[in-house]
């Protein structure tokens, strides 16, 4: 897909301004407006409408046949053979179902993503979509929200690597990304979706449109407006974001789609008082194209012609919708009913076992508990509806996923184990939620039998994503006494977490002795999570957001400021040892809750494997550099345990003194490596001087000198650290 300048130009030369000479305002009206398909047949009022030119996308419509014979109506019947926009939300997979986003971000690898999203690309171009309207970007540190499950989690440069890398995997194969939700949207009040959002202008610039400035330089086809209302100023009507930043500064040259109706709903903002308002203030702004809701449709015509609106920045809106359709090839080609090659189902289901098992996360392994070993293993009890649902495994936006394909964890521990050791299975719960302890004595009679138990407990798919959004973290239903009442028996409880979010597993962490966190894996989680728990491969996933212990303590994230008086262990006191009547500054004064204290359950990055990694000899190239000048940083890895692993290293960065104040750490720059048992590697990590440019009190982004301390390591509490003085 050309990105270039001037590739770009020349497209608009050559077929974007003789087309748009030759149109129509109801035709330019019509390229603005995409519409809802009927799902698998074409009503006459839709084939009418797209004859007509009155249609620029259809969103919602799967069946090759049907988008077939949408684009034939479009190209051949309709006056100027405009080819319609098909998209869909394909957003962790088509038919082949990968990780949830989140789950994907955990296994900090690039390539796998990149490998998941083209072939998601290819599935979804069997059924004539040519438009999936992901990545989702929003950086995401409240995990009430449901919608965290989409995100790669509360880390701008993890966001921004994973983003373009999706972004590649879909358009290096067919269909055009959309970046979303510009922006801002996963700061949403209280985790509440839809929810009010206040950010201010220098913490926006430095945390939340950072992935998207990323993913607009590496050339992303769209951008998608949020639902959410950013500091008194809707999202899909906001000049701010989307002239200023977007236009100006960034430079795009993509185009931009409102999310669905949120355009009408600028109205429901108290934005505007009625369609016709939202359809200037959104045209305004600088959305190009409405999803469906008709404010464009029914006013923009009447609104140029009262002298509101000009011709010229409706041309441009049209522009680029068209330079969109001409950077995908649609004018290009032919459509029939399979307008692509099929893609490869097994190497489909392979790539989507790799990415699962990179994407589980072990956080806590009490006495090698894990693996297990099928040779001393007589029987394994496993426990829990989550253990056997091929549907709930798959997760939130699965539109077109295909269940059949889904291999349960039970199917597969029964594979594993079959003629080996004896498998024993209790549901005990029908749902996630369920209140009935009814199931628990067969659960604890399968536990007795056996010499382990795997639980697989979490949430089922329909508690997180979009408006899925919780107050309690804790397991849902009456999973916690499930956990109280099988640790009873004292058999080694392996719990297995499958959960949209992060939840709050203080209640249940000291009961079981291994938990590994699984999100929603996918169709394959069964084997990938076999295989992790059989040793066939170490866990290597790394959290791709901050664990917290209790809900009180969000937002709680890895990149905090230092603030004035920061807590460290010997301000910081419990509830239950403040003495009688202590006074008023005898204890604390730091930043901290006398309750939950000021560290989180897990931090960011973290994640445990079967062998040890042991960091050592960090060495820089310079003391000093200039605003010019690189930094070469290098760390020797060793693999010191005796099982082959792979290992997420992590570089942070924290710049000490800042015109604007700076976080803690910030991550800048992570990388996977393959060690065997008794290996050492040198890793090398680059700092260039745009990684720690910021934006400035004046909004200005650049490097300031002083001093930078950096840390490599596993995770983000590293400490092996050194610091540099950029001149
Ligand atoms: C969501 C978007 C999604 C759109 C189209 C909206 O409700 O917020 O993320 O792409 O629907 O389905």
């Known amino acids: 897909m050309p990105e270039h300048p001037a590739s770009l130009n020349s497209l608009k030369q050559s077929l974007v301004n003789p087309l748009l000479e030759q149109m129509t305002l109801p035709e330019k009206i019509g390229q603005m407006c995409q519409v809802n398909g009927a799902g698998g047949w074409v009503p006459e009022d839709l084939a009418e409408a797209v004859r007509n030119g009155q249609v620029g996308s259809v969103i919602n ?98 966001t921004s690597e994973l983003g373009t890398a999706m972004v590649r995997g879909y358009q290096d194969n067919g269909i055009g990304a959309c970046a979303k939700h510009f922006a801002g949207y996963g700061a949403s009040q209280s985790g509440r979706d839809y929810f009010t959002t206040e950010i201010p202008e220098n913490e926006l610039r430095n945390v939340y449109l950072e992935p998207f400035r990323a993913v607009a330089k590496a050339g992303v086809a769209s951008f998608m407006t949020g639902f959410n209302d950013l500091n008194g100023v809707p ?194 719960l029908e749902t996630s939620r369920s209140q009935d302890q009814s199931g628990f004595d067969d659960a604890v009679s399968v536990v007795e039998q056996a010499q382990a138990a795997v639980l697989f407990l979490g949430e089922e798919s329909i508690l997180s994503g979009e408006a899925h959004c919780r107050a309690d973290l804790d397991l849902p239903g009456c999973q916690a006494a ?28 000291e009961q079981v002795d291994a938990v590994l966190y699984a999100w929603h894996p996918g169709s394959m989680a069964g084997p990938a999570i076999s295989d992790l728990l059989f040793g066939l491969q170490s866990p290597s996933g790394k959290l791709p957001v901050t664990f917290p212990k209790v809900v009180g303590q969000i937002p709680i994230f890895y990149n905090h400021k230092h603030g004035g008086r920061p807590p460290s262990p010997e301000t910081v006191v419990h509830i239950d040892e403040i003495p009688v009547r202590a006074k008023q500054t005898s204890l604390g004064m730091s930043a901290f809750h006398l309750d939950a204290g000021y560290q989180p359950q897990f931090p960011f990055g973290f994640g445990l494997s079967y062998t040890r990694f042991d960091y050592r000899h960090l060495s820089l190239s310079h003391t000093e550099i200039t605003a010019d000048q690189s930094l070469t940083i290098e760390v020797e890895l060793e693999n010191s345990g005796d099982v082959a692993a792979e290992e997420v290293s992590q570089l942070y960065v924290r710049d000490l003194v800042g015109s604007v104040t700076r976080p803690v750490k910030e991550l800048k720059g992570f990388q996977r490596n393959r060690l065997l048992p008794g290996d050492v590697k040198t890793l090398q990590f680059t700092l260039t001087p745009e990684d720690l440019a910021f934006y400035d009190r004046k909004q200005q982004r650049l490097v300031e000198p002083g001093r930078f301390q950096i840390w490599v390591g596993g995770d983000s509490d590293a400490e092996l650290t050194a610091e540099f003085e950029l001149k």
């Not at 369609?275 to 600088?286: V, Y």
Request: hydrophobic residues 45%; negative net charge; aromatic residues 6%.
């Open 61 to 158: 419509e799967v069946d090759a046949e049907t988008v077939a014979s949408l684009q034939k109506i479009a190209v051949e019947e309709s006056r100027l053979g405009i080819p319609l926009l098909i998209g869909r939300d394909v957003i962790h997979g088509f038919k082949t179902i990968f990780p949830i986003p989140l789950g994907q971000a955990a296994s900090w690898n690039p390539e796998l993503v990149e490998q998941a999203a083209g072939i998601a690309a290819i599935e979804a171009a069997c059924a004539g979509i040519n438009w999936t309207f992901s990545p989702m970007i929003d950086i995401s540190r409240d995990p009430r929200w449901g919608r965290i499950a989409e995100s790669f989690g509360e880390d701008p440069h993890l």
């Open 482 to 509: 499930l956990v109280e009442r099988l640790s009873r028996i004292g058999k080694p409880l392996i719990l297995v977490v499958m959960a949209g979010r992060p939840l709050t597993l203080a209640p249940v962490l």
């Open 235 to 428: 999202a899909s009507g906001n000049e701010f974001l989307l002239q200023q930043v977007l236009r100006e500064e960034w430079q795009y040259p993509g185009m931009v789609v409102s999310d669905w109706e949120s355009i009408s709903q600028l109205t429901t903002h108290g934005f505007t008082a009625d369609d016709r308002e939202a359809a200037f203030e959104a045209l305004n702004a600088g959305v190009d194209m409405e999803m469906v809701s008709r404010t464009y449709a029914d006013h923009l015509a009447s609104l140029l012609e009262e002298g509101r609106l000009s011709i010229a920045k409706i041309d441009a809106m049209v522009a680029n919708i068209l330079l969109t359709k001409a950077r995908l090839g649609l004018f290009d080609q032919t459509f029939t009913a399979s307008v692509s090659e099929g893609g490869k189902q097994e190497l489909a289901l392979e790539q989507a076992r790799q990415l699962a098992a990179q994407s589980c996360v072990l956080l806590k392994n009490n006495g090698q508990c894990l693996p297990l070993r099928p040779q001393q293993l007589k029987s394994l009890a496993v426990i829990g509806q989550l253990a056997d649902d091929g549907y709930e495994q798959l997760g939130t936006w699965i539109f077109d996923g295909d269940e059949r394909l889904s291999e349960t964890p039970l199917q597969s521990i029964r594979a594993h184990l079959d003629g080996v050791a004896e498998v024993r299975y209790a549901k005990a």
